[in-house]
Nanobody, 115 residues
Framework: QVQVVESGGGLVQPGESLRLSCAAS????????MGWYRQTPGKERELVAV???????VYADSVKGRFTISMGSTRNTISLQMNSLKPEDTAVYYC?????????WGQGTQVTVSS
């Protein structure tokens, strides 16, 4: 079983930066990728950025050029550097760890961008 824990959310003003971190523990040696998703009330959870253990990345168009996903050398931790934050980035951010058969989700961390 894989456990996923996020950290780093908070309240920031528009234009500021925030860094989210995620760690997968347990049977994490079988992971093939990890990623960040976000969700606001009444909307479906959406992809923000994902990274494979091989280093390939995919970003949502809305965050390209502002957010950067990276993976640690042990391949079971990721970070999301979020720059130039906008009010529309406000959401609960979830980390996902993917192995060959199963998606493992964290409990989420709130990011609020407001003046």
């Amino acid at each position: 079983q894989v456990q996923v824990v996020e950290s780093g959310g908070g309240l920031v003003q528009p234009g500021e930066s925030l860094r989210l971190s995620c760690a997968a523990s347990g049977s994490s040696a079988s992971l093939i990728g990890m990623g960040w998703y976000r969700q606001t009330p009444g909307k479906e959870r959406e992809l923000v950025a994902v990274i494979t253990t091989g280093g390939s990345t995919v970003y949502a168009d809305s965050v390209k050029g502002r957010f950067t996903i990276s993976m640690g050398s042990t391949r079971n931790t990721i970070s999301l550097q979020m720059n130039s934050l906008k009010p529309e980035d406000t959401a609960v951010y979830y980390c996902k760890a993917q192995d060959a058969t199963t998606q493992h989700w964290g409990q989420g961390t709130q990011v609020t961008v407001s003046s």
